[in-house]
């Protein structure tokens, strides 16, 4: 069973940039799909970004397409969202998350980290 630490998160002005890392541990980290999601104030949890364990496709919401890069490093066993052009409806809780299944929902949480974007 794989446990996961996200870091990286803060406040930050309209525009700047962010690095969210995820670490993890107790597992073999090559085997999982890696997710990013995240949870805004009085809203449900969604989808931001994933990367594949095989071949390291990425896969994004609309809404971070061509701001936010995830990308994985399995030797260091982390998972990293890079997060650009950050806009104030991008403030939420940001959690990891890892799948052993090909398919279906991610079985394993981090216990967030939070971004504020202020304007």
């Known amino acids: 069973q794989v446990q996961l630490v996200e870091s990286g998160g803060g406040t930050v002005q309209n525009g700047d940039s962010l690095r969210l890392s995820c670490a993890a541990s107790g597992g073999t980290f090559k085997t999982y799909d890696m997710g990013w999601f995240r949870q805004a104030p009085g809203q449900e949890r969604e989808f931001v970004a994933s990367?594949?364990?095989?071949?390291?496709?990425?896969s994004y919401v609309n809404s971070v397409k061509g701001r936010f890069t995830v990308s994985r490093d399995n030797g260091e066993m982390k998972v990293y969202l890079q997060m650009n052009s950050l806009r104030p409806e991008d403030t939420a809780i940001y959690y990891c998350?890892?799948?052993?299944?090909?398919?279906?929902?991610?079985?394993?949480w981090g216990q967030g980290t939070q971004v504020t974007v202020s304007s």
């Open positions: 990367i594949r364990r095989n071949d390291g496709l990425t």
């Open positions: 998350a890892a799948r052993r299944l090909f398919f279906g929902s991610y079985e394993y």
